[in-house]
Each structure stands twice: as C-alpha cells, then as structure tokens.
C-alpha cells in the first residue's frame, strides 16, 4: 500500500501507521532571482513512541546522516520535476533500514518501479557511484589528476573534420552492449575498433564506460588511452556526480557525456565548470524542445547532441533533429557558434545528409559500425565514401 510506514523494534514487535495519501518528506526550497544556488533544507523530525533516545552514540549520528542524505536526493527529484525532468534521480522510497535506533523504517510506495531504461540505469548509477566513491575518495582523484597527461581538443578535431570533408565530423562509438539491442558485437576488443574506427577516418571516439546495462568499463577507455590512438576521447557515462568527471578524466577522457534529462540545470553548469577546470569538452544532451531551451539558457556550452530515440518508448526517428533546429532555436545555436551532434538511427548516407542539412556538423554513430566485421569500411559505408586521411 502506498505510503505504508512499518516498524519493527530489536524484539521483533511491528508497528504500522497510516500517513496521509499524499505524505512525503517535508522540504522548503527557496529560489534566489538568479538560480537555485541558495538553497534551505527544513527536515521532518521521526518520533518513536518508546523510552531512552532515538540516536545513541555515533551508530545514531551515522544513521541520521543517511536519512538526510536520502532527503537531499529526494530534493533533487523535485528540483528536476519543477524543470520537466521526468527522470528521478533515485527510487521514491524510504530512507535506509535501521536508521532510528533499535527500529526498521520503510515508506513503501508503489513509484518505486522504474518508469524506463533511463531512469532504470541511473536509479542503478546512484548506488554504483556511492559505493565507487567509498573505494575512491575525491581527494585520491585529484591527486593522481595532476600527474595526468594533457587533454586533446575534442572540439576542434570534430571542427577539422567537418571541414576536411565537408561532412560532419564522426564520433565512432566503441560500444559491446545496449539495453534495446543486446550483444551488438561478440568478438569485442575495445582497442582494435578503435584503432579500426580511426584509420576508417573518425575524429573522435566515443567509449562506453557503464558495466551493467552497455558492457563497458573505465578501463577500456584507459585500454584505448594507452594504446596510443589519437582520436580524442568522449567518456560516455551516465553522469550523475562530479566524482565521476574526475574519474574520466584520470582513465584518458578528453570529453564527457552530460545528459539534460537527468542533470538538473544547477547541476550542468557545475559540471561544465568542473569540466572547463580540467580541461575536458561537455557533449551535452538533449532529446526534446524543452530540453534543448534549459541548455540554450546555460552559458558556456560547446556541444549539443540531439538523441532522436524517445526515453520512453526506445523509438527512433531522425526528425527529431530537424524539429529542435529549426527556427529561433537553430539561428541561437549558430549565434553562439554551438556544434550540434546528430545521435541515434543514423544507418545510411541518406540519414547523414538529412541531419547534416537540419544543421547539425557532427553525429555520433554506434550500432551501424560497430557490427560490421571491418569498421573502417562501415564508416565508408554511413558516409556513402571513403573518409579516411
């Protein structure tokens, strides 16, 4: 039942109440005029009707610091709702077991499905990160960030590209696995595709890092670092936390995949800056019109891709592209001098032309190559030529 609170002592005795249909945790926001960098927490209190103190000792401190850590998480999912983020950052449910003493307490709630794929990985991501940074704290990270070899201009080796060809520069995607697709190749040696994907002619290269859900890892991208490929480097994590930039930028990223419909606005120019500070390109992501007028609105931003499969249904239709170019959107895209990368259903020389006419200079393609047996000549094949130098 939705909003059942149950709790159970040391002894095992169970009590249960009722909260209202609607009850969640009791947060205040208040907005400053410029942004949501202001910010008060007001936390509801949790009392139990039995003698002796709710939080003995540091057993106490630490469980109470978790259930604030939770209500902080659930502040992110209504500052992103009140953006038209449909993706919640974590699980509607309550905070961690044990965090009251000698008691259990849990808000069930029937929200705690994933409403897609999307928010399937990130709810996955949260805990993921939580349990990478308790292995490796921030502070390890930047310290071994300044031993690390410099970065290499992602941008400018999308803009060379474009104009060495006259089409728009390819980001080959090194990528095993999707949810949609399954196993896209067997016989997956990050290293040769990307050493194949460069000879056929990409600028840049996109790896896949997350393990569960696309077959990837850091280590590949550090696999690919170090073995001396030149093509810059495009993390393609599901970024949820700065700690996850540093981590990329330490295993050979030059770039990292930042995507709007699960990064608040608050969040993405953070991000950037971090970003910008250790010297990394932001491809920023969008899918829909709302979208893409929240990463107009941020300054700073380099790179724009528009994914053309729907979050929620996994279809995918490269009008899309056109759709968020056109108009007031495309000519404020060329004022501030933005490239666009065309993602996803991106199959034949025909799809390249559609979106390259739309406006976009870039696009960034997987699937369609990554499955040939010789990816330099899937690349000739997407492009309709030979792009190699």
């Not at 490929?229 to 930039?245: G, N, R, S």
């Amino acid at each position: 039942m939705e909003g059942l609170v149950s709790m159970k002592t040391a002894s095992g005795i169970s009590f249960h109440s009722i909260p209202s249909p609607n009850q969640r945790p009791n947060f205040f926001l208040r907005r400053s005029s410029m942004d949501l960098q202001h910010r008060r927490f007001h936390f509801p209190s949790i009392r139990a009707q039995q003698s002796g103190t709710i939080f003995p000792g540091k057993e106490g401190e630490e469980d109470s610091l978790k259930v604030r850590e939770w209500e902080v998480g659930m502040l992110q999912n209504e500052v992103a709702a009140s953006q038209g983020i449909r993706i919640r950052r974590r699980p509607p449910s309550g905070p961690p077991l044990h965090y009251v003493g000698p008691f259990e307490f849990r808000l069930q709630n029937e929200g705690n499905t994933p409403r897609n794929i999307l928010e399937e990985i990130v709810w996955h991501k949260d805990v993921e990160v939580s349990q990478m940074k308790e292995k490796k704290p921030l502070l390890s990270l930047k310290k071994v960030i300044e031993n690390a070899p410099p970065t290499r201009d992602f941008v400018g080796s999308l803009k060379a590209a474009h104009l060495r060809t006259g089409l728009p520069g390819l980001i080959a995607e090194v990528k095993k696995a999707s949810p949609s697709r399954g196993i896209l190749r067997e016989n997956f040696d990050p290293v040769e595709i990307a050493r194949a994907y460069e000879k056929g002619g990409a600028a840049c290269l996109s790896v896949l890092t997350d393990e569960k859900y696309f077959k990837g890892s850091f280590e590949n991208l550090e696999a690919i670092r170090n073995a001396g490929v030149k093509c810059p480097l495009l993390c393609k994590e599901f970024v949820i936390d700065a700690w996850q930039i540093y981590c990329a930028r330490i295993k050979g990223a030059d770039a990292i995949l930042l995507i709007a419909a699960v990064l608040p606005d608050l969040d993405i120019r953070y991000m950037i800056k971090i970003c910008k500070m250790l010297g990394l390109a932001a491809l920023v992501e969008v899918h829909d019109e709302r979208e893409m007028d929240r990463v107009l609105g941020i300054e700073g931003i380099e790179l724009i891709g528009i994914n053309n499969r729907n979050l929620e249904t996994f279809e995918v239709d490269i009008s899309n592209t056109k759709k968020l170019l056109e108009g007031e959107r495309g000519q404020m895209i060329c004022k501030k001098d933005i490239i666009v990368v065309g993602e996803s259903g991106l199959f034949t020389p025909d799809d390249v032309a559609y979106v390259q006419e739309a406006g976009v200079k870039a696009v960034l393609v997987g699937e369609s190559i990554v499955k040939q047996s010789d990816p330099g000549k899937g690349i000739s094949g997407l492009f309709g030529k030979d792009i190699s130098l």
